[in-house]
C-alpha cells in the first residue's frame, strides 16, 4: 500500500530533510549542510551577503563566514562548482553523478555561445600554468554587455561543462579553474557511470534533500532534459532510485504521486523550528510550484523586473517562522544599519503574532552581517512599531 500524508506531515518532513527543523540540522556546520542539501545555488547578486552564504545562514544562524567559503571552496577540494538546478556548489563525491551532463555537453557540442577554435590552447594553458583565472587566460569580456564573453571566457567554460577543467576555489568571486585530474581525487575520476546509473543516484540523492518530492521536483532540481526525465521514470518504477511512492492529501493532478527517503519517513519530525530571512535562491523555495503547493506562498524574484514595476521589492526575502512563511522582506543595507526596505505579511497573519518572529529574523540577520541599528521604510505602521518595540 501507498503511504498517505498530511500536507501538514509532508511540510514538516520537508523542512527537516532541508535542515530547518530538529536540532540535527546544524551538527557538521556549513560542511555537513552542503551535503545534506546536495546542491547550493550560486547567483551574483549580494544584499545582505551572497545567496550561497544566506543559504548556511538560515540553517545554522550567526556561522562565520570564513567557515562557509571554506565549506565550498578549499584544498583539497570540498566541493565543486557544476549544473544541478541552476549553477550550484557541490560535493566533491557527487563529481562521478554528473558525467551524464558532462557527456550531454560534448555531444551538444556548444553552450550558449559557439565554442571557439582556440579551446584547445586554452586547455593547453590550464595544463601548463594552471590554476588559472579568466584573467590568465587573456580576460573574461570583449568589452560589450555582461554577456559579450571573449574567446577565452567561452572556452574556459566549454572545458567546465565538458569536465576537462573543474572549479573547487574561487579569488573573491573569480573562479580558478584547473585540470579536473589535478583536482578531482582520482578514485572519484576512475568511476565511470552511465547515465542511468548517473540519474537514478542524483534522484535518490535530490529526494533525501528535498524529503517528499513530485516527478515534476526531482526534474525541477536536477534540470533534466527530456531524455534524462525518461530515464528519471524508469528509474523511480524500477526503484533504482530507492525513493518510494507516497500520496499526500491536497496535492492533486501531476502531483498526487509523490516520491520519498525510506528514512525520512521512519520517524516524525521533531524539534524547534527555524525563524530566519531565507534567499530567493534556496533549495526549500527554489522552485515556485513546489513553495506554492507546499506553503501556500507565491514568491518572485523581482531583481530583474523594471523598478516601477516591482510589488514586494528588489531581493525580497520569505519570511520563516513556524514551519510557515509569513511575510516578505526586501532588505539593504546602509553603513551599519540594516534596512527593511519594505515587509509584507502574507493574507490572513496577525500583525501582533507576526511582529516577534520578524524582529527575530531582522535582528539576528543584522547581527550576523554586522549591522547595530535597524530602520524599517515600509511597512504597515502598527507591525512596524511593534518590531522595533521587540527589538528595544
Known amino acids: 500500500m501507498t503511504l498517505t500524508l498530511s500536507a501538514d506531515e509532508a511540510r514538516r518532513i520537508i523542512l527537516r530533510a532541508q535542515g530547518f527543523l530538529g536540532a540535527d540540522a546544524r551538527r557538521g556546520g556549513a560542511t555537513a549542510t552542503l551535503r545534506r542539501l546536495g546542491a547550493v545555488q550560486l547567483d551574483t547578486i549580494s544584499v545582505l551577503a551572497r545567496s550561497h552564504e544566506l543559504v548556511a545562514y538560515a540553517r545554522l544562524g550567526a556561522v562565520g563566514r570564513q567557515k562557509v567559503e571554506r565549506a565550498y571552496w578549499d584544498e583539497p577540494a570540498r566541493a565543486f562548482e557544476y549544473w544541478c538546478h541552476a549553477a550550484c556548489v557541490l560535493p566533491i563525491e557527487d563529481w562521478p553523478l554528473y558525467a551524464f551532463r558532462r557527456r550531454a555537453f560534448r555531444e551538444r557540442k556548444y553552450r550558449w555561445h559557439e565554442v571557439p ?169 527554489w522552485d515556485r510550484a513546489r513553495t506554492a503547493r507546499v506553503f501556500g506562498f507565491n514568491h518572485r ?48 497573519i496577525d500583525p501582533r503574532k507576526a511582529a516577534e518572529p520578524l524582529a527575530t529574523a531582522l535582528y539576528e540577520a543584522a547581527t550576523w552581517v554586522g549591522c547595530d541599528n535597524l530602520h524599517i521604510d515600509r511597512a504597515d505602521p502598527s507591525l512596524r512599531e511593534a518590531i522595533l518595540t521587540t527589538i528595544l
Open 301 to 348: 524574484l523581482e531583481a530583474y523586473v523594471p523598478k516601477d514595476k516591482r510589488v514586494h521589492g528588489y531581493f525580497t526575502m520569505p519570511v520563516l517562522t513556524g514551519g510557515r512563511l509569513i511575510a516578505r522582506v526586501d532588505p539593504a543595507r546602509e553603513g551599519s544599519t540594516l534596512i527593511a526596505r519594505q515587509i509584507g505579511l502574507e493574507p490572513g
Open 117 to 285: 577554435p582556440t579551446v584547445d590552447k586554452v586547455l593547453e594553458k590550464v595544463r601548463e600554468s594552471g590554476p588559472v583565472t579568466t584573467t590568465d587566460i587573456g580576460g573574461a569580456k570583449n568589452g560589450g554587455p555582461w554577456w559579450d564573453w571573449s574567446d577565452s571566457k567561452i572556452a574556459i567554460e566549454w572545458l567546465l561543462d565538458t569536465g576537462e577543467v573543474v572549479c573547487t576555489r574561487r579569488v573573491g568571486w573569480r573562479r580558478v579553474y584547473d585540470l579536473a585530474e589535478r583536482a578531482v581525487p582520482a578514485h572519484l575520476l576512475a568511476e565511470d557511470l552511465s547515465d542511468a546509473e548517473c540519474v537514478a543516484r542524483l534522484a535518490r540523492l535530490a529526494g533525501r534533500a528535498l524529503g517528499v518530492a513530485t516527478r515534476a521536483d526531482l526534474v525541477d532540481f536536477l534540470r533534466l532534459n527530456a531524455a534524462h526525465s525518461r530515464i528519471l521514470d524508469a528509474a523511480l518504477l524500477d526503484g533504482a532510485t530507492g525513493l518510494v511512492p507516497v500520496q499526500v492529501a491536497g496535492w492533486t493532478g501531476r502531483s498526487a504521486t509523490a516520491w520519498a527517503d525510506p528514512a525520512a519517513l521512519e520517524t516524525a519530525p521533531r524539534g524547534r523550528h527555524r525563524t530566519t530571512l531565507l534567499s530567493p535562491f534556496d533549495s526549500l523555495i
